[in-house]
């Protein structure tokens, strides 16, 4: 509504201006030419905008894409003046002209800016047929005007608020920021994870993307703004000082803060341009076409101590200056590359550096290019951290504890350096949810990998005293119900214990909501606790004192069995169990230790639960559901049995939806990031809905991203490097919420004012768990950038015959290798491999295994059962293990280790 002379007037629904270029058709609202509407010729009925709901949000306080915020000052003056076109809406005269769709002068609708005589235009036009908006700026001052920041807002249909599920997968689309200043970019990608999509790249070299702002609004609307189906609107930034001056002061930001001077007279111009791509990987393409540098990172942009990486850059312009910040933090090494318009680095972090490291290209036209990267310690090491500080500092011991929580690995507040023992968010200190969970998750995957007697001590105690006694029910028929919070909020059943008065307490749980068994998510946190105890004793039978690796996993797989089972009046055990729960592919490996372990009748129990489930998502349209109304956490569980049980649709259904959610950009915030932005109201000390870096969708989502890489014909094609690079980014994502002392962050705060980890060790465990899972190097030839690997080093291959490669695997387990040319997957149970080297004319495959990796001060293993699977790349070979030398043991083929060492071979 707007508000002239005192009289409101509500505006009509269908108040728009419709225009038309070659690609696109779609509309303006009339008074404040802000985009209404926006169809991409690629698909004309799908709406980029959320037409729909445009006259529930139109008023005063919401923002649109064509609005503007500034702040600038005049002169020497100190203070800086808020204006933008969105506070105080006027309607405009439009106008138009023979080179503008829509031409407004913004004058009186931009608040202070026109009694300092700041003059600002805006026009959209048709640019080679697509739609462009451009914003020009006139300092009709006497003094020159200070221009500390400058916004363009972006708004596309991310509404998911009162659509179903197929409609919100249907007609929304995600909007991700590539953070890079003039080779910068935005995409707008369909959840459907079918084009069309959308990128908004800079007119000109003005128009550089310093920084993503997420715009607060007005609540005034039955819209739901910032909540769980409607994240809210950012903007692009151009100029950020007098933000960085101010709200942001103490943090360091993505790009140097910077502002405009604008001389008396002076006019400039900026502009965003509006293209639509027809899939996700034409994305790049697309940018590249437009003029812009995009940067491929391989194996992205986090970049462990021990690892060289590969950066290729398509453009055509020279690169003038590499500067790299903090000082010396990576050193690039230009490659000689012989073909066309990449240019190649060899990457190499420094080992004096942990965390953030920013790269900036510098080209021969002044453009500034920015890569964002992230060197974390070598793997093994980032998990012995990890297991260190859960054992040290995680470890709560007060035994008098009213609750029962003692002994336990709990959540840790960072911020205090202790323990969460009370939290609205009951769970958080009740060891149960994914945010009270995480913690023990993240011990119990980690002692799956790299053992250490001591730490599995104390989680095999935390079982025999507190799980499996209190938060699981141990007799009756709910023996094995998983408990959804050991805490909680009864001042009746508790009226001794001193609950904080500062916090805000009523609508947590009490008692007997607290101890409710219903939750199916809670049971995959309960089963990976015991599987990874039966992994580690079964890799290390020194460390286990309590009880056998056997116990452990029928542990595992009773509390599976619970979570899909009822009581004797029929009614289910659990809520949710008919959903992809977040970590479940642990499952698949659990089902494969009780076959292995002669367990039959159990496997094919579970079996047939799993089955049926699959079976239920064949048949629906959007079987992707959750507690939420929109997530991001069912694809994993779907995609995984869909395809053990060879559901095919279901597969590449789930395949394309992740697409839809997990960008790949040169910054490792949002390299492979899963979308997800309410989690840190669950788990996070600082609750609040915004974009999450590397929460625990990354890596979950990245397990079916690489299994399914796995499966392709063409592992070269551009779509299935797009997947690999998406994966791979996913996976590696959560290896920086380690901290350089081991304390496991639930996920980075986006918004430019915070720009750190959260305080909260939190819900991480499964983030940590779809890492280890996922964990493994990648061999590829690709067809312009040669050799390279994803989180390995190639440390020698003969060019011209191509006769040998030698891959060092320097991702954090170290138990898996996919040499994509071969199609050869190999993975080991114990120790790590070493070394590959693939011998092109002895068609022979070496594999050097060594009993714990370097930096990892787990307990060596004795022996290693090796898998293998020949997968269906086109040059897919008919490759072999040779048995010489091994025994069949259980688990499979088995190499004993002689002073540490083991080697396996395969031929063709
Ligand atoms: C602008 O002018 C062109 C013809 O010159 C016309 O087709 C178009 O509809 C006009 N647009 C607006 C918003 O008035
Ligand atoms: C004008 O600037 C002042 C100071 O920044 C701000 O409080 C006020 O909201 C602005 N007015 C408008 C209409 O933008
Ligand atoms: C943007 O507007 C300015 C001022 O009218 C003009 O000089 C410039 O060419 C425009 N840019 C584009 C790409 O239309
Ligand atoms: C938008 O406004 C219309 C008309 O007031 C209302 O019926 C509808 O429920 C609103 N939509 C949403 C999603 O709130
Ligand atoms: C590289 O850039 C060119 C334009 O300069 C573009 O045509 C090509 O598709 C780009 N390649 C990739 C893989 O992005
Ligand atoms: C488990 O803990 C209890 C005390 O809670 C103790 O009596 C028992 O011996 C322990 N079980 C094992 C197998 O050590
Ligand atoms: C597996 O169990 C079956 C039946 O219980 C038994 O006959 C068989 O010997 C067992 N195999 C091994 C390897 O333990
Ligand atoms: C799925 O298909 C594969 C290949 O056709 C087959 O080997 C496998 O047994 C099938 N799996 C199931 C569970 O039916």
């Known amino acids: 509504m707007v508000l002239l002379a005192g009289i409101l007037f509500f505006l009509p629904a269908a108040y728009a201006t419709t225009f038309s270029t070659e690609r696109f058709t779609g509309a303006f609202d009339s008074e404040s030419g802000v985009l209404r509407s926006l169809k991409s010729s690629l698909d004309p009925a799908f709406d980029f905008s959320p037409y729909d709901v445009f006259a529930n949000r139109s008023g005063n306080g919401h923002y649109h894409t064509g609005d503007l915020t500034l702040?600038?000052?005049?002169?020497?003056?100190?203070?800086?003046?808020?204006?933008?076109?969105?506070?105080?809406?006027?309607?405009?005269?439009?106008?138009?002209?023979?080179?503008?769709?829509?031409?407004?002068?913004?004058?009186?609708?931009?608040?202070?800016?026109?009694?300092?005589?700041?003059?600002?235009?805006?026009?959209?036009?048709?640019?080679?047929?697509?739609?462009?908006?451009?914003?020009?700026?006139?300092?009709?001052?006497?003094?020159?005007?200070?221009?500390?920041?400058?916004?363009?807002?972006?708004?596309?249909?991310?509404?998911?608020?009162?659509?179903?599920?197929?409609?919100?997968?249907?007609?929304?689309?995600?909007?991700d920021p590539f953070i890079g200043l003039q080779a910068g970019y935005v995409q707008v990608t369909r959840l459907l994870?079918?084009?069309?999509?959308?990128?908004?790249?800079?007119?000109?070299?003005?128009?550089?993307?310093?920084?993503?702002?997420?715009?607060?609004?007005?609540?005034?609307?039955?819209?739901?703004?910032?909540?769980?189906?409607?994240?809210?609107?950012?903007?692009?930034?151009?100029?950020?000082?007098?933000?960085?001056?101010?709200?942001?002061?103490?943090?360091?930001?993505?790009?140097?803060?910077?502002?405009?001077?604008?001389?008396?007279?002076?006019?400039?111009?900026?502009?965003?341009?509006?293209?639509?791509?027809?899939?996700?990987?034409?994305?790049?393409p697309t940018v590249s076409s437009l003029g812009h540098p995009v940067a491929v990172?391989?194996?992205?942009?986090?970049?462990?101590?021990?690892?060289?990486?590969?950066?290729?850059?398509?453009?055509?312009?020279?690169?003038?200056?590499?500067?790299?910040?903090?000082?010396?933090?990576?050193?690039?090494?230009?490659?000689?590359?012989?073909?066309?318009?990449?240019?190649?680095?060899?990457?190499?972090?420094?080992?004096?550096?942990?965390?953030?490291?920013?790269?900036?290209?510098?080209?021969?036209?002044?453009?500034?290019?920015?890569?964002?990267?992230y060197i974390t310690d070598t793997g093994p090491k980032s998990l012995a951290n990890a297991g260190q500080f859960l054992e040290e500092n995680q470890w709560f011991t007060n035994t008098s504890d009213p609750f029962g929580r003692a002994p336990?690995?709990?959540?840790?507040?960072?911020?205090?350096?202790?323990?969460?023992?009370?939290?609205?968010?009951?769970?958080?200190?009740?060891?149960?949810?994914?945010?009270?969970?995480?913690?023990?998750?993240?011990?119990?995957?980690?002692?799956?990998?790299?053992?250490?007697?001591?730490?599995?001590?104390?989680?095999?105690?935390?079982?025999?005293?507190?799980?499996?006694?209190?938060?699981?029910?141990?007799?009756?028929?709910?023996?094995?119900g998983v408990r959804k919070s050991l805490f909680y909020y009864d001042p009746n059943a508790m009226p001794d214990y001193d609950y904080d008065p500062d916090i805000y307490w009523p609508g947590s749980w009490d008692k007997d909501a607290a101890y409710l068994l219903d939750r199916a998510y809670d049971y995959v946190h309960v089963s990976a606790l015991y599987w990874g105890l039966y992994r580690a004793g079964r890799i290390a039978p020194s460390v286990l004192t309590l009880r056998s690796p056997k116990w452990y996993l029928l542990q595992a797989y009773q509390t599976v069995l619970f979570a899909f089972g009822s009581q004797p009046d029929g009614s289910a055990n659990t809520y949710y169990n008919d959903l992809g729960l977040m970590g479940e592919t642990m499952w698949m490996y659990l089902l494969e230790d009780l076959r292995a372990e002669n367990y039959t009748s159990e496997a094919t129990k579970f079996e047939d639960i799993m089955r049926d489930r699959a079976q239920a998502w064949s048949t629906q349209e959007d079987p992707f559901g959750s507690e939420q109304a929109w997530d991001c956490t069912g694809q994993e569980g779907v995609y995984l049995w869909s395809k053990y049980f060879n559901y095919t649709a279901t597969v590449d259904k789930t395949i394309s939806s992740i697409?839809?959610?997990?960008?790949?950009?040169?910054?490792?915030?949002?390299?492979?990031?899963?979308?997800?932005?309410?989690?840190?109201?669950?788990?996070?000390?600082?609750?609040?809905?915004?974009?999450?870096?590397?929460?625990?969708?990354?890596?979950?989502?990245?397990?079916?991203?690489?299994?399914h890489y796995r499966s392709l014909f063409d592992p070269t094609a551009q779509l299935s490097f797009y997947d690999l690079r998406i994966g791979y980014g996913g996976n590696q994502g959560p290896t920086t919420n380690v901290a350089d002392d081991g304390f496991g962050s639930m996920s980075f705060h986006s918004f430019p004012e915070t720009l750190a980890w959260d305080d909260y060790t939190g819900d991480y465990g499964p983030g940590f768990l779809g890492q280890v899972l996922g964990a493994g190097t990648v061999l590829v030839k690709h067809p312009e950038f040669g050799w390279v690997s994803f989180g390995g080093n190639i440390a020698a291959s003969s060019s011209g015959g191509n006769d040998s490669v030698t891959l060092q695997p320097r991702d954090t387990v170290r138990r898996k290798v996919y040499l994509s040319d071969l199609g050869l997957n190999i993975e080991i149970d114990a120790g790590a491999i070493d070394e590959v080297r693939t011998l092109y004319g002895a068609n022979r495959v070496e594999v050097d295994l060594v009993d714990q990796a370097d930096g990892s001060g787990a307990v060596p293993a004795t022996r290693a059962a090796v898998e293998y699977t020949v997968t269906s790349v086109s040059a897919a070979k008919d490759i072999r293990l040779v048995e010489d030398g091994l025994t069949k043991g259980k688990y499979g083929w088995e190499v004993k280790f002689v002073s540490g060492k083991g080697t396996v071979v395969f031929e063709w």
């Not at 009709?140 to 708004?155: D, F, V």
């Open 71 to 175: 702040r600038y000052r005049v002169g020497n003056s100190n203070g800086w003046i808020d204006a933008d076109t969105v506070t105080n809406r006027v309607p405009l005269i439009n106008g138009n002209s023979s080179h503008s769709i829509l031409s407004s002068n913004l004058d009186t609708t931009i608040g202070n800016v026109t009694k300092d005589r700041l003059f600002i235009t805006r026009t959209w036009t048709d640019y080679q047929g697509d739609l462009a908006l451009n914003f020009t700026l006139r300092n009709g001052n006497t003094q020159s005007i200070e221009i500390g920041s400058l916004g363009l807002p972006i708004e596309f249909n991310s509404i998911f608020t009162d659509r179903t599920a197929v409609e919100t997968r249907e007609k929304c689309v995600l909007v």
């Open 193 to 284: 994870g079918e084009g069309p999509h959308l990128v908004i790249t800079p007119l000109n070299l003005y128009t550089k993307l310093e920084a993503w702002r997420f715009l607060t609004e007005a609540t005034d609307t039955s819209l739901a703004y910032q909540s769980q189906v409607f994240e809210g609107n950012y903007e692009w930034q151009i100029y950020t000082k007098a933000y960085a001056d101010q709200e942001w002061e103490g943090v360091e930001p993505w790009n140097p803060p910077t502002s405009l001077v604008l001389s008396s007279g002076e006019s400039i111009s900026f502009g965003l341009r509006f293209t639509a791509v027809s899939s996700v990987d034409d994305i790049e």
């Open 659 to 707: 697409r839809g959610y997990m960008p790949t950009v040169a910054h490792w915030g949002w390299n492979g990031n899963a979308r997800r932005y309410w989690d840190f109201t669950t788990a996070g000390k600082l609750s609040r809905i915004e974009r999450q870096i590397h929460h625990y969708g990354s890596s979950l989502n990245a397990l079916p991203m690489l299994d």
């Open 408 to 480: 336990s690995i709990i959540t840790h507040d960072r911020s205090v350096n202790g323990p969460v023992l009370q939290d609205n968010r009951v769970w958080i200190a009740g060891l149960s949810d994914e945010g009270g969970a995480g913690s023990f998750v993240t011990a119990a995957m980690k002692q799956s990998i790299q053992p250490v007697a001591s730490e599995v001590s104390k989680l095999e105690q935390f079982v025999n005293e507190t799980v499996w006694s209190r938060l699981q029910l141990t007799n009756g028929s709910t023996e094995y």
């Open 297 to 373: 990172g391989i194996p992205g942009y986090v970049v462990p101590r021990d690892l060289e990486g590969r950066l290729f850059v398509n453009t055509s312009l020279k690169v003038d200056a590499v500067n790299v910040s903090p000082d010396a933090c990576l050193s690039l090494t230009p490659l000689g590359l012989e073909s066309s318009s990449w240019t190649g680095y060899t990457i190499v972090p420094n080992e004096q550096v942990f965390g953030r490291c920013r790269v900036e290209l510098v080209y021969s036209t002044g453009l500034k290019h920015t890569l964002h990267y």
